[in-house]
């Protein structure tokens, strides 16, 4: 898997997403709350798709939001629903992108099996958050219906997701690990930055 791939495939999948959508307000609640997401959160959302999240983080008051996704057409949709937001949209790459800041919270919803190296970009990723922010990792399905999911014509545009176990080790040199869920209905894994900035 290459992110080229990736980037087409959603290209590809963009004016269908909203559509397709199935989401559960509780379960998206229950994961932003285990994230920290709150009024005054500076927020990036990688891999923001058509901006599913955008109405949750700012019905919770946040000060910023900042977006990240590498597909063309999805950042296009995404854009559309951000005027006289505090939103901002990027088409990049998360991994490699100079933001030029930290921020309180980061959340990879329902994206993080098209990072192809989670080691690789839970250490790009912990570099993004500030000492005490968070960094969420969720999906709102379980595990096992994410890979039946994935199994379809995503299958070579994603890697397996990690068991929770497995993903909370990876976060461990960077974060002290706050929630682990995996059931029928979400999967998370929260980590709260530790130690100090380095200089």
């Not at 199935?22 to 959302?45: F, K, M, N």
Request: proline letters at 4%.
């Amino acid at each position: 898997m290459d992110k080229e791939t990736v980037r087409h495939f959603f290209d590809a999948c963009a004016p269908d997403w909203d559509a397709d959508m199935h989401r559960s307000d509780e379960v998206i609640a229950r994961i932003l709350d285990g994230a920290c997401v709150q009024a005054g959160s500076t927020v990036l959302d990688v891999a923001c798709g058509t901006g599913v999240l955008f109405p949750d983080y700012l019905a919770r008051g946040v000060k910023s939001v900042t977006a990240i996704d590498l597909s063309p057409e999805m950042v296009k949709i995404a854009r559309g629903k951000t005027k006289g937001t505090p939103i901002e949209v990027i088409c990049g790459d998360a991994e490699n992108y100079d933001f030029g800041r930290q921020f309180d919270c980061v959340v990879v919803y329902n994206a993080f099996p098209h990072f192809p190296e989670p080691e690789n970009t839970v250490a790009a990723l912990s570099e993004l958050v500030r000492q005490g922010g968070t960094l969420t990792v969720a999906h709102g399905m379980s595990r096992a219906k994410l890979l039946q999911h994935h199994s379809g014509r995503a299958k070579d545009v994603s890697v397996e997701l990690l068991e929770c176990s497995a993903l909370s080790s990876l976060f461990a040199p960077y974060f002290d690990v706050t929630v682990e869920i995996s059931d029928e209905e979400m999967y998370q894994v929260t980590g709260v930055k530790k130690g100090r900035e380095k200089t």
